[in-house]
Each structure stands twice: as C-alpha cells, then as structure tokens.
C-alpha cells in the first residue's frame, strides 16, 4: 500500500519520535509513505484565527501539490494538521465560490482529488484491525491505556466525518487488538488547551489538570494519544498541574504509534519511546 503524507512542522521538529514511531510501524505493515513534494505548515492556530481564506489556502496548496504528484490520499499523523486539511478538502468540494478563490490565491490548479485520512483512520479502515493484529510480537497484556483523542480528530463531525464525535471507538479497538486493557474515562475527547499555552498558559494547565487527573483515577498506566499539540500538552505540563493543583500526577503520556511498534517488538530506540518528559520506563518494564 502506498499513501501521500504530511508530515507538518511538529514531526520534524518537537515531535520527531510521532514520525520515527509513524514510520517504523507503518514500514512493519507494508505501507510506504510519499511525503508531499515542497510542502508548507498548513497554517495551524494563528491562520486558522486571522484570515479564513488564508487558512484554507494554506492547506489547500498541500493538497494540490499532493494531486500534481499523483497521489490520491494524504495521511496527516497531526490531529490539527488532519482538521485543517480536511477542512480545505471539504469546503472547496461544498462552495465552488471558495474553491475558486482558493484556486487564486494559491496560483495553482486544485481539482480536489486527494482525500485526507488521519493515522487512525489509516490504521482502522484502511489496513485494517485484523492485519495490524497478525504483526503482534509482544502483547500490551496488563497495561491499562487511557485512549485520548482530543477535540480535533472527531470534531467538527461534518468536516472530520471519521468516528464517533463524542465517543470515538478506532483507537480503543486498536489498542485492544494490541492486547492492552482499555479504561473507561470520560476525558477522551476533551480540549487540553491547545495552543493558548502560548497566551493563556493557565486554561491549559487547568485543562490538562483534568484530562490527567480523569486518568489517574481510572488507574491507567499510560495515555495515548496521535496529536503533536495533545502530547505536549498532557506531558509537559504535568509538574505545573502539580504546583496547581497540589495532587500528584506523573501519568505518562504516548504515541499510539509508539504503543503499536512495542507490541510489534520494534526497539525503543528507533521508536523514541525516551524522549518524554514524564518517564515511560515504568510502561516499557510492565510490557517486558
């Protein structure tokens, strides 16, 4: 199988063991990544809040160059870079005024040929649970994960048009099928602030205060999460959460796709499951 790709800025910078991980357990299952010829940042927060045209074009001339290359799908591991996309995809197929005027502003023919998945859907409804369970080397038995989608995988349900809104189930079953235990938390799908860290550092760490503090008491070992923001969030932030709020925290957070290639028996060092700010020995030696 093969599939266009769009890494975004966070996987090549603070989020390099996202796309060491993506790599090495998407090369495991046969899939071979085209990283899009030339691409540019698909505008995240700051476009999206200043100039709506500007946002979709941004995302948009991604998706052109994608259909110049011949690719008829483009996996965006990034929860923002994902809605963002899509969001191009779909109010340029809806509105023939704003395909037009994307069209002008990014100087390139667009025809909106190339479909936008993200590394869940990937994963679920492309390769499939049953395929991704055959390559299981080492199961997760024992380890209790908290999935967490975040609030840009699902929602809005008519630009994500991918799982359930509210209460998504692709990564529970993923993570099942790696033989982990999946809690039950109601903080799934919540904000953790995005990227107000940048201006309102407090929402973020009241925010993540809860999302983590949901997972503790669900007594699981281990977040997952497939967004560059959430994790930065959920694990930066923990020892302010502490200062915050006075209770303890130190839950660890993770890639999915760290998660898959442990079970895979794919070595930590190539999936950088140590470059994390909260420790995830205490994961690594449940699963050994």
Excluded at 164 to 177: K, V
Excluded at 191 to 201: F, K, M, N, S, Y
């Amino acid at each position: 199988m093969k599939t266009g790709y769009f890494p975004g800025c966070s996987l090549h910078s603070t989020a390099k063991n996202y796309e060491s991980s993506t790599q090495a357990v998407l090369k495991t299952l046969g899939v071979q990544l085209e990283e899009i010829p030339d691409w540019n940042c698909c505008g995240s927060t700051p476009a999206h809040q200043t100039d709506h045209l500007l946002a979709l074009s941004l995302s948009a001339r991604n998706l052109a160059l994608a259909e110049k290359a011949g690719m008829k799908d483009v996996m965006a591991p990034c929860a923002a870079c994902f809605n963002h996309l899509r969001t191009a995809e779909v109010e340029c197929a809806k509105d023939k005024k704003i395909h037009q005027e994307v069209q002008k502003a990014i100087e390139m023919k667009y025809n909106n040929q190339v479909h936008v998945v993200n590394i869940l859907e990937l994963l679920v409804d492309r390769i499939g649970i049953q395929n991704i369970g055959k390559k299981v080397k080492k199961p997760l038995s024992g380890l209790k994960v908290a999935p967490y989608y975040g609030c840009m995988l699902t929602r809005p349900a008519k630009i994500a048009q991918f799982d359930d809104p509210i209460n998504p189930q692709s990564m529970d079953r993923l993570l099942e099928t790696l033989g982990a235990e999946v809690v039950t938390w109601g903080a799934k799908t919540d904000c953790c602030g995005a990227a107000h860290v940048l201006t309102r550092q407090e929402v973020v760490i009241e925010l993540t205060g809860r999302i983590v503090h949901q997972a503790k008491e669900a007594q699981a070992d281990v977040i997952a999460t497939a967004c560059p923001m959430c994790m930065s969030n959920l694990d930066l932030r923990q020892t302010a959460v502490e200062k915050s709020t006075g209770k303890e925290t130190k839950v660890p957070v993770m890639y999915i796709t760290e998660l898959l290639g442990m079970a895979f028996g794919i070595p930590n060092s190539e999936l950088g499951t140590r470059k994390h700010v909260v420790s995830t020995a205490a994961v690594t030696a449940k699963i050994s």
